[in-house]
């Protein structure tokens, strides 16, 4: 019975400590943020220059996709075949694709839901910070 809420605050813990991180790196980097039902939004596209990522919106199915098409790389070099690949490096041929309105996205195939869905402002996508921070994977901004 009680095992359960140790775990439950270290997972909010863990959520606190990323929004708060993800928040700093976006603040620090320059990137326009929005407020929208008490949640931060992050712009996605100036999200996806920051880390290496190209972007293309589909108009007919309100979709952006982002793809990181690059060398697996280790400190701005180029990984040998023989080392493995830590958390912090991005796989080559990464994608993400979001739908604006919608909190089912998709990562590498993969069916993920956010607390809140994409939202268009101004012209611009916007999402919640954890698709910066738990897939976009911002490595170099959190060393």
Not at 34 to 48: I, T, Y
Request: glycine share 10%; net charge positive; no cysteine.
């Amino acid at each position: 019975m009680v095992k359960g809420k140790p775990g439950k605050r270290l997972m909010m813990t863990a959520v606190l400590v990323l929004s708060l991180a993800v928040s700093g790196i976006a603040g620090a980097a320059g990137m326009k943020t929005m407020k929208k039902n008490g949640m931060e939004l992050v712009n996605l596209r100036q999200a996806a220059g920051m880390y290496g990522y190209s972007i293309e919106w589909n108009s007919k199915d309100r979709s952006v996709s982002l793809v990181y098409m690059d060398k697996m790389m280790d400190d701005d070099k180029m990984m040998d075949d023989s080392k493995m690949m830590d958390d912090g490096m991005k796989p080559m041929g990464k994608m993400i694709k979001v739908w604006i309105g919608s909190k089912k996205i998709m990562v590498d195939g993969m069916a993920v839901s956010l607390n809140m869905a994409p939202a268009l402002y101004d012209g611009s996508t916007y999402v919640v910070d954890m698709v910066v921070a738990d897939y976009m994977k911002p490595a170099k901004a959190m060393k």
